[in-house]
């Protein structure tokens, strides 16, 4: 089963395949993650570490 974005809210070619690019890119802020039972995917999320204006480390 293919899920994603359809119709009005469906996200250009590009972006989808830059977003890709960056969750595998280990040099890329942008980490993901899966949730999965028995083989299954349930579930997608996605991260990013950027500098912050009220702290010194990488905020999330």
Do not use: F, K
């Not at 395949?17 to 999965?36: F, K, M, Q, S, Y």
């Amino acid at each position: 089963m293919l899920c994603g974005r359809r119709g009005r809210t469906a996200l250009p070619e590009t972006i989808t395949r830059t977003t890709w690019t960056r969750l595998l890119d280990p040099a890329e802020p942008v980490h993901g993650l899966v949730a999965e039972r028995d083989g299954m995917l349930l579930g997608l999320g996605h991260y990013l570490s950027h500098h912050s204006t009220i702290q010194v480390e990488p905020n999330c």
